[in-house]
């Protein structure tokens, strides 16, 4: 007995030395900053949550977030990108399609269906791996933005939206204002969102200045800080606001530092000057070799799939990648291909307001009715 309670002594004892050293080294590393660069990540990964703030500041004094995040702003008030856009020709032969697919995969991507491409990426950061996937679109006039049915009521997951519209792919899209327990179930858009030509927030047609990311009527990717009124006079046909900028005019944003950012999952997408877009999503809260992305490693990946203007979008529990293929009676089937920290199947997805998709080659420019009897992905 005595040597069992002897054991468990310097078993309680070596426990609680582990836990007072650990908490010891994170407040040396974080709160202190013996490592400033690992602060300098926790304190933007912290920062840039709606309800998780308070990560940052029960440990940090404010002088040093309010120090941190000043270090890592990026001035995008004046952002406006101009570079001209490629319209890419149609593939319409059998050729030409195995000739954009060799093309394709010689740059590392794998076909999904016609004009559609997907290609996994792995790296590092300076926290640790990441793992995610690119999706390319080679004709940039199937790319669009849905939403939920139930707008400013509830949110659909992706896979519903894609459903719904017709598509064959999609990404999550811009944000949502969200409640405290995350149980907005994303019902209401947050900031600028056109949809089909169609402005849907903000639902009095005007407002302040919003980061948003959109395509114009002539399919031309556009960056641009600036007024609901400024996108309707420019034809934009699909736009939701951006997190952080990118890529503009050919030229990363991110000249120093880290972004500010933190390290997440993460969506952006991006479009090349000749045309084709690019979604782009990072998987991550899942351990060391899957911990997420910051924003430069974002910037850095879209720089070298040379793409001229790109941007991060809603990403976190959001971030999620599908593909859909249809039968012959229109029956749908999506498919997840990242692995979202919320879990990998599609009951486990978040509701979101939403969504970026590639529409089917034949449909691209089929509003969605609701009713897709007889459509078959191509």
């Known amino acids: 007995m005595k040597k069992f309670l002897a054991c468990l002594k310097w078993i309680v004892v070596t426990l609680f030395s582990f836990c007072v050293a650990c908490a010891l080294g994170f407040f040396l590393v974080v709160g202190a900053g013996a490592l400033p660069e690992i602060q300098s990540i926790w304190i933007g990964t912290a920062m840039t949550t709606f309800h998780h703030h308070y990560y ?34 149609p593939v319409e032969t059998v050729d030409a399609e195995a000739e954009e697919e060799k093309k394709y995969k010689e740059e590392g991507y794998q076909k999904l269906s016609s004009g559609v491409y997907l290609k996994e990426i792995t790296g590092s950061t300076r926290a640790g791996g990441y793992m995610g996937y690119l999706m390319l679109c080679s004709d940039p006039s199937r790319v669009k933005l849905v939403d939920t049915d139930r707008q400013f009521s509830v949110g659909a997951p992706v896979s519903k939206m894609i459903e719904q519209s017709g598509a064959i792919a999609g990404i999550n899209g811009g944000g949502f204002n969200d409640g405290a327990d995350y149980n907005s179930n994303g019902g209401v858009p947050y900031g600028i ?59 990363g944003m991110i000249e ?38 910051d924003v430069v490693t974002l910037q850095e990946i879209l720089l070298e799939e040379k793409c001229v203007n790109a941007a991060m979008i809603d990403g976190g529990s959001s971030t999620v990648m599908e593909y859909a293929t249809y039968n012959a009676l229109g029956e749908c089937t999506v498919e997840l291909i990242n692995s979202p920290n919320l879990g990998a199947t599609l009951e486990a997805q978040r509701y979101i307001n939403n969504t970026w998709v590639i529409m089917p080659k034949q449909q691209q420019t089929v509003k969605d009715t609701g009713n897709h009897e007889g459509l078959v992905a191509k």
Do not use: H
């Open 56 to 89: 940052a500041e029960w440990f940090v004094p404010q002088s040093k977030i309010l120090e941190v995040t000043s270090q890592n702003e990026v001035d995008d008030s004046n952002v406006e990108s101009k570079t001209p856009i490629t319209t890419p020709k």
């Open 193 to 251: 969102l056109i949809e089909d030509g169609q402005l849907i927030n903000p639902p009095n047609g005007s407002g302040g200045s919003y980061r948003m990311i959109g395509i114009r009527e002539d399919n031309v990717m556009v960056i641009k800080n600036g007024s609901v009124e400024w996108a309707m006079e420019n034809k934009l046909r699909s736009a939701v606001v951006a997190e952080y900028f990118l890529i503009v005019d050919g030229e």
């Open 256 to 293: 120093s530092g880290d972004g500010g950012w933190g390290i997440a999952p993460r969506t952006a997408l991006g479009q090349r000057a000749t045309g084709e877009i690019i979604f782009l999503v990072i998987d991550g809260r899942q351990g060391n070799d899957c911990i997420g992305a």
